[in-house]
């Protein structure tokens, strides 16, 4: 099973606060950090220091979506207004997750945030 790591964050969000994030949706799921496949984020926020330097920390690839394919993948379970106004998608995170997981992914956790931050899980 692939798992993936959608993430979404504000630019300046520092890869700590990620990290935390992170690691509290992989405890609500009962998955360990080594079970991740990559970590999946809207395409813009690919040069993001805080996203590049957390990927690069627990060594897993960093991909990045365009905000239409984002924007098209069904099974989100939490569309932000501010999100669509701010990238062109309702969702970052399940987005992402779901995209990079494939046509048969779903969502382990759903969207969770923290101050700058938001992260949900896919599988595939």
């Known amino acids: 099973m692939a798992l993936i790591l959608g993430m979404g964050c504000r630019r300046g969000c520092p890869a700590e606060e990620l990290a ?9 799921a009962g998955c360990a950090v080594e079970q991740l496949t990559a970590i999946a984020t809207l395409d813009a926020r690919l040069e993001t220091q805080g996203l ?9 690839p ?3 979506f365009p905000a239409d394919r984002l924007a098209a993948r069904p ?18 995170a399940e987005a992402a997750a779901l995209v990079a997981a494939g046509s048969q992914g779903r969502l382990l ?15 595939a």
């Open 109 to 123: 956790v759903s969207k969770r945030k923290s101050a700058a931050a938001t992260a949900a899980l896919a599988y």
């Open 75 to 92: 099974g989100i379970t939490a569309a932000s207004p501010m999100a669509l106004q701010h990238t062109g998608s309702p969702s970052i």
């Open 62 to 64: 960093l991909w990045g």
């Open 20 to 28: 935390e994030l992170a690691l509290a949706v992989l405890q609500e």
């Open 52 to 60: 590049q330097e957390f990927a690069r920390r627990w060594q897993l």
